[in-house]
C-alpha cells in the first residue's frame, strides 16, 4: 500500500513540475514577443531589440503575476500606446504563446 502511495505521489510531483515547466516557457515566450513588439514600436532592430526583449523576460522575476511586464512595457513605449493597446497585446501574445507550446 504505501509504494502504491510513493508512486501516486511521485506522479503528482511529476505533473507538478512539468505544469511549473510550461508556464514558465509559455511566458518566457509572451514576454520575448512583447519585449520584440514594443522594440518594433521604437523602430529598434537587431541587437538592440533583443536586448528589449531580454529586459522585457527579466522584468518577470521581479514579482508575481504580469504586472511588472505591464510596467516595463509602460516604461519603454510612449504615451501614445494606451494601457488597453499594452494589456491586449499581452493578452494576444500569451495565447499565441500558449498555442506555440502546448501544440
Not at 527579466?58 to 504580469?66: L, P, R, T, Y
Not at 513605449?77 to 501574445?93: F, N, P
Request: net charge negative.
Amino acid at each position: 500500500m504505501a509504494n502504491g502511495m510513493d508512486e501516486r505521489g511521485k506522479a503528482f510531483e511529476n505533473k507538478w513540475a512539468h505544469d511549473a515547466e510550461l508556464r514558465f516557457q509559455v511566458e518566457a515566450r509572451r514576454n520575448r514577443a512583447l519585449g520584440l513588439w514594443a522594440a518594433g514600436l521604437k523602430g529598434m532592430t537587431g541587437q538592440a531589440a533583443e536586448d528589449l526583449a531580454d529586459a522585457v523576460i527579466a522584468a518577470d522575476f521581479q514579482e508575481k503575476g504580469d504586472e511588472d511586464v505591464f510596467r516595463k512595457l509602460r516604461g519603454e513605449l510612449d504615451v501614445s500606446v494606451s494601457d488597453k493597446v499594452i494589456r491586449d497585446k499581452m493578452a494576444e501574445c500569451l495565447d499565441a504563446a500558449v498555442a506555440a507550446v502546448t501544440k
